[in-house]
């Protein structure tokens, strides 16, 4: 059982409508009623000082059983606020670190909610969790009003909502080791850092919060869903008609960039899984089609480099791969030829941006299906898979028919690579003609991708 703190009687706890000055981190192990300045002779350390009748009648009687109190290590000292008039009062217990109670009730009725808190802490904080749980559906679903809730009930605690890649999205966090966190689902945790506080009542008051925080998760998730769609289809009907005047509107409205230069981009999703659109900081990102879309008036470099982080730092949970078109006044030119793009990119793996401007050959063979093109592959290639000749046939193709080349990348000798060649065309592969040369790479590189 471990004793109440003079934290916990002032803030939500027994003293809820007292002020405190000073650090209020001791725990109370005792009270002690003083009417006069001798009892304080007497205190046991830990106790909870409760000024009455003359040790309470002003304020140099105050600040002397403050001097008295800290000489004794008490936990507090607990006055009634007329005779605390004084701001030297309110200095010197700060300095002497001994927290100054400030009660507007009568100090006796505060002796004995202490007294109850002393004795039973753990009820006590069962009163105390009851309150902040009437207070949390009070402030409904909302992530600022719950979290609100939480750290006016936790002092020298901060409590943070944090998305799965541990970025706050509500309240505040501070540097340390959590005390307790709780997962929310659909979000990420609930995380509480500061001064250190009993493990069980922060992680019981960070669990009656997840009702709350998992409604407004649901219903930012249902506004941005349907917000979503809606960009969808007012997409579309741009693309449509790019001159209705109406569709251009609300268009503007959302912030889309409309005017000359725009260069689209497009996100390929590789598996299952939603983008944090929250943490999407380039610019749209659109559902369209099986992927999303979106442009900015920027340069195509910057904007291929700015897509290449995004993937990397605000979607780290979902495999995506990124195409950038070249700029256009034709937004829906520019979105085509960025999907196009993005689908070459899907075939170098998640991650990977391609540029439209600079596809090649060797990008457009790495955007094959593979799968249904590896059994044509082996079917054509069976009599070099059996001489063991393919891996020298791929690397002539791919270094354009150079034999030194090809030797080179081998590691083995000009003359090698010859004789090798010489055994291919005996096997009935033309590597000279040029249809047959270009079957035979695209069957290379099925087979070299699968291994």
């Known amino acids: 059982m471990t004793a109440i703190t003079v934290a916990e009687l002032v803030h939500g706890g027994q003293l809820s409508d007292a002020d405190v000055i000073g650090a209020a981190e001791d725990p109370v192990l005792d009270v002690r009623i003083a009417d006069r300045l001798e009892v304080l002779d007497s205190v046991k350390p830990g106790t909870a000082v409760v000024l009455t009748g003359a040790a309470a009648q002003g304020g140099w009687t105050v600040e002397m059983a403050l001097r008295l109190a800290w000489e004794h290590a008490a936990a507090c000292v607990v006055a009634p606020a007329s005779a605390v008039t004084a701001e030297s009062t309110g200095t010197l217990a700060d300095r002497l670190g001994v927290p100054l109670v400030v009660v507007e009730e009568d100090s006796l009725i505060a002796a004995v909610r202490i007294a109850s808190a002393v004795a039973r802490p753990d009820a006590a904080r069962s009163e105390r969790v009851a309150d902040v749980a009437q207070r949390l559906a009070a402030a409904g679903p909302s992530a600022r009003g719950v979290l609100g809730v939480l750290n006016g009930a936790l002092p020298g605690v901060s409590v943070a909502l944090l998305d799965e890649t541990g970025r706050v999205l509500a309240g505040r966090r501070t540097d340390g080791k959590p005390l307790a966190q709780v997962e929310i689902p659909g979000l990420a945790v609930l995380v509480a850092t500061g001064r250190k506080r009993p493990e069980d009542l922060v992680r019981s008051l960070l669990e009656l919060a997840v009702p709350g925080l998992t409604g407004w998760a649901a219903t930012r998730r249902l506004a941005s869903e349907r917000d979503e769609a809606g960009m969808a289809v007012l997409l579309d009907r741009f693309l449509a008609d790019p001159d209705d005047e109406r569709v251009r509107a609300e268009a503007v409205a959302l912030g889309w960039p409309l005017g000359g230069g725009l260069t689209a981009y497009a996100v390929h999703r590789l598996g299952p899984g939603e983008p944090a659109r929250g943490g999407w900081r380039i610019g749209p990102l659109i559902p369209f089609r099986d992927g999303w879309v979106g442009w900015r008036e920027d340069e195509v470099g910057d904007t291929a480099r700015k897509l290449t982080t995004a993937l990397g730092h605000q979607l780290p949970y979902l495999a995506c791969a990124g195409g950038v078109a070249e700029q256009s006044r034709s937004l829906g030119e520019a979105i085509e030829s960025a999907r196009a793009a993005a689908q070459v990119a899907a075939g170098a793996g998640a991650g990977t941006v391609v540029r439209a401007d600079r596809i090649g050959p060797a990008q457009l063979l790495a955007a094959l299906p593979a799968e249904s093109l590896a059994g044509p592959a082996r079917t054509v290639l069976a ?25 080179n990348r081998l590691g083995v000798h000009r003359n090698t690579v010859t004789a090798r060649l010489d055994r291919i065309r005996t096997l009935g592969f033309d590597v000279d003609e040029p249809s047959q040369r270009l079957a035979l790479q695209i069957a290379c590189r099925v087979l070299r991708d699968e291994t």
């Open 383 to 407: 009599p070099l898979i059996e001489a063991g000749l393919v891996s020298t046939l791929d690397a002539v193709l791919d270094t354009g028919g150079s034999p030194t080349e090809a030797a």
